[in-house]
Structures are given as structure tokens and as C-alpha cells.
């Protein structure tokens, strides 16, 4: 090992932020893989008898209003979860991406009419689009990836596009063009590798966010549906029993935060490993 | 700056035509009929092909999506299926002030919690308290708001009865509700906040203003505050976007009637008149503020920008 | 000694550091200087050489920095500035001793009125009220020759040249008549026709106020217009002293010579007559044993790599770290610095 990786290693390391969310992110990312050995009882299985029984050495999480264990449930959440984080941000990413960098190479017409597109979406506050497009095709998780999938494009579109326009006009592109490389070649060898710091940075944070998105959507009624477990759809079920059975909307939010907590503090490292200059 | 004001404002023109065409076109493009919602539930078929016919739901949808925008540019949105009620009535008379109340308590809140607990860290940076705060607004920005009403209901409503769990108009209802909706963007405040302070307060300006023989406290609120809040405004302006949002989870949660409760009643009860007029509204509610914003930033930066 | 009365500041054996990541760099290495009333002093050196956070650590303005002041005496007026509290350093910045930047583009805050930025060091100093604070802010930007002295009081920096700026700043850091100013650069910022300008109006300054002055500068030129005697620094350390005719005149360390051959002057305007100094400046985190210029130096024999000259004094106060100057004492020939592609 050279002398220059040991000390790019040994940076990653000292990234306290990148390591410990990391770290997190692996851990559930396990659960989701191992979710049958790792949980205990079928997640949909239903029993009247044990309805609402706090947590005990038997339910370490207790058992919700039709007796289903908490602890299964959430294990078996954390693959919805990601598989929403992470399917909604490649799809908003790629579509994304791929029109930020052909706004920002073309310039001109194409770029106007493209961002004043992305204007329009991005016009629409928050989670109010996804919501809308939920309204629109009804509920159930691929829809859910969808809808927080068109949610994400706009902003993965304004900052490749500003990265490629930077790198547009460095001299050596000029030059590439000028030795007859197609516009093709260009944007995939050229222009794509030089921008994908911010768009890895963004990834990383959206999946956070895409997480939460999908969660409100659930937690509102209109996201992934019962009996599918699903960390925002849990809380909402275990509202109505939040006087006496507390633990039922305190573990699966609790899940939620610790896994986008994981993520921030992944992207936030990855922010500062990759551009110094713009952590914030 | 007149032209910049007018080249701006004009520049919304186009964002809210495509707005109304993307709320026009998810409402048309619905399952489920208005007619036969505006019908009732025992109507037939005849009747519910004349009631098409009244709302104009036969006609090319050009012509459709024409006479939705001359209708809400004289202020018709249309009437609820639901409650028959008029869409503007219902969220001008009895729901906007609530949600443009609460959303301005958030955005308070959001502003004074964010702007101390950014420049406490930013002074104190690498202390034990920098860390610990901004540890703080790693988790606000991390909670999802919907579990953090429940938590705050549960601990102070329930386990310590201190407060109303539902409710809006009593200054002890508002405090939950205004918590829950200012606290993730006190904390992407608090982040700017220190990050800009941090920043300024490597610039050259600032080891002249200490050469000057300036204390520590004149240094940070004279010299590095006003320049490092310019780039703030626009969070803030961003941040009232997830605001407008927050309050659907909020007022849902906390059962106010307000907007956001509008906009899921309406989900709910496939209400698609009063859907596209809450969408529309809070849209335009929201391009306007972005466009005021922007107005601010460029009048209060004129002084950085220019050279 | 009666001369003592007249010292304004006595640098003694400062050091400097910096503590990064990679390890400690030792920006100012045992550095000693001293000026009198009325003197001005330059100190010369390229980019790294320790001549900024040599003016920096005077103020102690590496507040921000992983800077520290770890050995050392600064004495102003027989105080050593090293011992005092923040608080009593504040009452002497920019009161007693004052600062001129390099980059009047960036040193003035973008968001105070210039005339504030003025009035604001002298009601930190002064008891004075607002108006009579405004009123000196006015005074001094005609002292420093602004036009329309009311006018320009109420606009903000970016309405005003670079040029103008740096007049801003010199009236910022005299406005409290100063006994020490320290010119960091004060003109590399600057358009040609400016520096001339700018570089004059300092001077005047001085002989005027009677103060001590020290210019800190990589360019000799502005050595010899403006002051008395010059100190080169390389590498955090002073490699020769000497009042400025006499380093004109004979310079006697290696690297000064270099220096004085890289200048373009006019009676040499052909290109070949240019000399380069070979060679970087040493890493400051991998310093050389020996002497810091041994690895650049024409005349470099085995002891200048292994052992570190001390700074001698070949007479009056005439100073020197070069071994060819302590072991033989004999005159160094010029001609042995040639242009690298002149040969």
C-alpha cells in the first residue's frame, strides 16, 4: 500500500461522521437483508389473544392491536424503507441527472425550456407534488417510489447543471471538441465523471429524505398499505393507542430517525471528504 | 433594481401557468368522476351524463383547462363535490388564516431557535457545547415531524398533562403544533447559520476589524452577523415551502382545521374541485414567497453583489 | 543607553508556529528585530518566508488560526506584548499600533459605510460621541486624499476603487495617530500608478507623524522608496540585516544577492541579464538541516548542508547568516548567479 492511500485511508477514518454513519447504515441495510433469521415471528401473523401487550423477554417491542410482533414488523420495515430510498433515488436521480446535464451542455433553448420545467415541479412546497401524483395513481409503495422519485428530479437536475456548465468551461473540453469527440462522448467520458461528486453527495442525502418522504406518505394513509409493514404507516396505526401503548408509535419512529440520522451523517462526511470547500 | 423587481415578478407568470396545467391535468387525469360525486351516490347513468355535461366535462380539454384558468383568475375555483360549498369561500373564509398563522409561528420559531443555536456554535467552534448543538440540529433535521407531534403529545399532553392534545385558537394549543412544524427548519438554519458565520469570519474584513482593536463581542454582531444572514434569507424562504407541508402533517396530527387537513380531507373524500384548489392556492401561496424572497436578498446583498 | 528611550518595538527571538494536520510548521524561526522612532523598517522575503505572521503575531492577530506565539519577546514601547490580556491588546490595535492590508478589495466590510468603518476605531478609542467620531472620519479621508470627503463617507466599499480602498485603510489604521504602523503589502494589490501614489502618501504619513514603520514586501523596490533599513527573511529566519543603502550597495548573504539580480532594472534591459533564483522554497514541513538556503545556493559547500549558520554581525549592526561570511569573511563574487538558461 502506498504511502498516498494509507493517508487517503487513514482521512476516511479520522471522518468521524462518514464512519459512524456508515457504520449505521450497514447495520440496517443487514437487517433489511436478514430480515427473516433476525426476526423472531411472522410479521403479518395475527393474534387476537396477545393483542397490545407491552414489550416483554417474548415481544421485545410489544405486539400491536391485532397482535402482531412490533419487533418483526419493524425489522421487516426497514426493507421498505430502503428499498423506497433507494429505488425512488435512482430513478429521480438518473431522470434527473440526465436533463441537468443536457440543459447545462446545450444551453440555450433546451436549457431554458428544461429548467422552467424543473421550476414548475419545483414550485409545487415540499412533499405537495408527491402527495398529488399519490392522489392521482392511488396508493401502494411502487407508487410511493414514483411519486417521491418526481419529487427528487428537479433538485438532481439544478445542481448537475450547474456542474456541468463549470465544467463546460474548462479548456480541455474545448479541446476534446475540437479533436472531433462526439457530444455523446463528451457528456458520458468527460463531463458525467467531473460532476459525479455533488451528484453522489445529493444521492446519499436524498435517500435520507426520500425515506421520510415515503413515510409521510404512508403515515397519512396514502403510501404503502396494510398490511405491508411499513415504518410510517405503523406509527400511524399505533396513534390511536398512544395513551396506554405508547411503544407502538415510539419503535417504528424511532427507526426512522436513527436510519436517516445514519444517512445525514453519511452524506455530511461524504460532503466533506469529497468537497472540502463547499461543507456547510 | 425596478427592472430586476419586474423581471422577476414577470418570471412567475410562466411557474404559475405551469402549475395550473400540472394541477389541472393530475385532477383530470383522477380516477373516479366528479359528475357522479356531484350526482350522488343512487344516480344513473343519464343523470350522471347531463351532469357531465353542466360542468362541461365533455369538452376538449384545451377548452377545459381555459375556462379553469379565466374562471380562478376572476377568483372561481369551483365548488366542492363533497360539501358543495365554493372552494374560495372554504379556504379563504375558514382555513387560510389558520395555516398562514401557524406557518408564521413556525417560521419564527424556526428563525430564533435556528439563529442562536448557529451562532452560539459558530463562536464556540470545536467546543463542547459547538458539538453538542450541532449535534442537536443533525437529529432536528433527521426526526421525522410526524413521530415528533406524537412524542411531544404524548410526553406533554399525556404523560404530563400540561398541554391540550388537539386543537388550534388557545395560545396553549398553538405551542405543540408551532414546535413541531419549526423545528427541522430551525435546524438546516442553525447549519447555514454557523456554517456562514464560520465563513465570514475567515474573511479579510474581519482581521481588520480586530486590528481595529474591536472586542470579540463587536467583531461577531457588528461585522460577521450582517454578512453571514444574507445567504439565510433565502433558507428561509426555501424552508417556508417545507412549512407549507409541515402544516399537512401537523394540522392532520393535531387535528386543526387549517389548509394542509383541507388538502387530506379532500384526498380522502376524492373531492378532485377542492384538491385542485388547495393545491393551486398553496402553490401560488408558495411562488410568492420565493419571488418576495428573492426580491429581499438581491436588496439587502445590492451592497456585496455589484462589484 | 540613552538610544533605548527612542525603541518603539523589540522583536527578541520570536516564534511562530502553525499546528496542522501534517505537523507543526514553524512559520517564524527565532526572529529579532528592532525600530526606532521615526526608522522604518522593511522586511523583504517571497511568499511563505514568515514576514506576514511576523506583523500578525505583533498584533497577535492569529485569532482563527492554528497560529500560536510559542517563544519569544515582543517589546512595545519596553512592554512585552506576549504577556498581555486580549482586552489590552484590543486597547493597543489599531490605537497604538495599526495594521495596512494587502487586498483593500477584501478588507473592508461590504455591509458598513466606509466613514462608519473609520469612526468605529476612533470611538473604540477616543471618548468621543458619534458626530465628533463621524466628523475625524471625514477629516481623515481628506487627510489621505479622497475627494469629496462628505460624500464618500456614506458609500459603501464596492462604490470606491481599489485604489481608494487602500486610502480607506491607511485612514482607518492612522485615524488614532498610531506609534507603530505595520504596511503588510500595501500596494501588491495594486494597479502600477497606484502603488507609486499609495506608496508615497505612506510615507508622507510617517515623516509627518514622526512614527516608526514597518514595510513588510517581497518587492525590493518598495524597499528602497519608503524605508531605512530592511531585514531578508527566508524561511521563517532573518538571513541579513543592514540599513538599506548598505544592502543595496553590498549585500552579503547569497540569497540577497538573488533577490537584487532578479530585479529588472533599467540600465540591464536585456533579457539575459535577468537572474533567476534556482530551485523552491523547502517545504516548511521537511526544513533542510543545514542552512534553509543551501539547497538553492550557488556557493553552498558541505558545512552549509550540514550545520545552521548563526546570524553574525560583521560590524555595527550589519547582519548575516552565511557560513562563506563566518568561516572566510571575504566578498562573495557576483557572477557566480547566472541565469539557469544563460550559460
Known sequence: ?????????????????????????????LVAFFAPFIAPFDPLEQSMPRRLQAPSSEHIMGTDNLGRDVFSRIVFGTRVSLVVGVASTLMGGIVGVFFGIIAGYYGKAVDTVIMRVMDILLAFPGILLALGIVAVLGS????????????????????????????????????????????????????????????????????????????????????????????????????????ENSYLVFFPGLMIFLLVVGINLFGDGLRDHLEPKKSK | MLIFIVRRLLQTIPVLLGVSLVVFLMIHLMPGCPARAMAGEAADPAQIEIM????????????????????????????????????????????????????????????????????????????????????????????????LAILLIIEFSVNRGLLPIVGWGELNQMILPTLTLGISGAAIIARMTRANLLDVLSQDYIRTARAKGAGELIV????????ALIPVITVVGLQFGGLLTGAIITETVFAINGMGRLIMQSITQRDVIMIQGTVLVVSILFVAVNAIVDITYRLVNKRVDLN | MEKDKDIVLQVENLQTSFFT????????????????????????????????ITSLSILRLLTGTTGKIIGGKILFKGEDLTTFSEKKMQSIRGNRISMIFQEPMTSLNPTI???????????????????????????MLSGVGIPEPEKRAKQYPFQLSGGMRQ?????????????????????????????????????????????????ITHDLGVIAETCDAVAVMYCGKIVEYASVAELFESPKHPYTMGLLNSI????????????????????????????????????????????????????????????????????????????????
Not at chain 2, 62 to 84: C, H, K, P
Not at chain 3, 24 to 35: M, Q, R, T, W
Open chain 1, 140 to 243: 401502494g409503495t411502487e407508487i410511493v417510489i414514483v411519486a417521491v422519485a418526481v419529487w427528487a428530479v428537479p433538485t438532481f437536475a439544478r445542481i448537475v447543471r450547474g456542474s456541468t456548465l463549470a465544467v463546460k468551461k474548462l479548456e480541455y473540453i474545448d479541446a476534446i471538441r475540437a479533436v472531433g469527440a462526439s457530444d455523446f462522448r463528451i457528456i458520458f467520458l468527460h463531463i458525467l465523471p467531473n460532476v459525479l461528486s455533488p451528484i453522489i453527495v445529493q444521492a446519499t442525502l436524498n435517500v435520507g429524505s426520500a425515506i421520510v418522504a415515503a413515510a409521510v406518505l404512508s403515515f397519512l394513509g396514502v403510501g404503502t398499505q396494510a398490511p405491508t409493514p411499513e415504518w410510517g404507516s405503523m406509527v400511524n396505526a399505533g396513534r390511536q393507542f398512544m395513551m
Open chain 3, 113 to 139: 459605510t466606509i466613514g462608519e468603518q473609520i469612526a468605529e476605531v476612533i470611538r473604540g478609542h477616543q471618548k468621543k460621541d458619534r458626530k465628533s467620531a463621524w466628523e475625524d472620519a471625514v477629516k
Open chain 2, 220 to 227: 461577531i454582531y457588528k461585522h460577521a452577523l450582517r454578512n
Open chain 2, 52 to 147: 357531465r355535461e353542466q360542468m362541461g366535462l365533455n369538452d376538449p380539454v384545451l377548452v377545459q383547462y381555459f375556462r379553469f384558468i379565466s374562471r380562478a383568475l376572476t377568483g372561481d375555483l369551483g365548488t366542492s363535490v363533497v360539501s358543495g360549498r365554493s372552494v374560495v369561500d372554504e379556504i379563504f373564509e375558514a382555513r387560510f388564516a389558520i395555516t398562514f398563522h401557524l406557518a408564521i409561528l413556525g417560521t419564527l420559531t424556526a428563525v430564533v431557535l435556528g439563529l442562536i443555536i448557529g451562532i452560539v456554535s459558530a463562536t464556540m467552534k470545536d467546543s463542547f457545547l459547538d458539538v453538542l448543538l450541532m449535534l442537536v440540529a443533525l437529529f432536528g433535521l433527521s426526526i421525522p415531524n410526524f413521530w
Open chain 3, 264 to 343: 529588472p532594472s533599467h540600465e540591464t534591459d536585456s533579457e539575459e541579464d535577468l537572474y533567476i533564483i534556482d530551485g523552491q522554497v523547502p517545504s516548511p514541513y521537511e526544513l533542510p538541516n543545514g542552512c534553509l538556503f543551501a539547497p538553492r545556493c550557488p556557493y553552498a559547500k558541505e558545512i552549509c548542508q550540514n550545520a545552521l549558520p548563526e546570524l553574525l554581525n560583521l560590524y555595527g549592526n550589519r547582519l548575516v547568516r552565511c557560513h562563506m561570511q563566518q568561516t572566510e569573511g571575504r566578498e562573495l563574487e557576483h557572477d557566480r548567479w547566472k541565469s539557469p538558461s544563460g550559460s
Open chain 3, 21 to 52: 494536520e501534517d505537523g507543526e510548521l514553524k512559520a517564524v524561526n527565532d526572529v529579532s528585530f528592532s525600530i526606532e522612532k521615526g526608522q522604518s523598517l522593511g522586511i523583504v522575503g517571497e511568499s511563505g518566508s514568515g514576514k506576514s
Open chain 3, 167 to 215: 486610502r480607506v485603510m491607511i485612514a482607518i489604521a492612522i485615524s488614532c495617530q498610531p506609534e507603530l504602523l505595520i504596511a503588510d503589502e500595501p500596494t501588491t494589490a495594486l494597479d502600477v500608478t497606484i502603488q507609486a501614489q499609495i506608496l508615497s502618501l505612506i510615507k508622507k504619513i510617517q515623516r509627518r507623524s514622526g512614527g516608526a514603520l514597518v514595510m
Open chain 1, 1 to 29: 500500500m502506498s504511502v498516498g492511500t494509507k493517508r487517503k485511508l487513514k482521512k476516511i477514518f479520522k471522518n468521524r461522521q462518514l464512519t459512524l454513519g456508515g457504520v449505521i447504515v450497514i447495520l440496517f441495510i
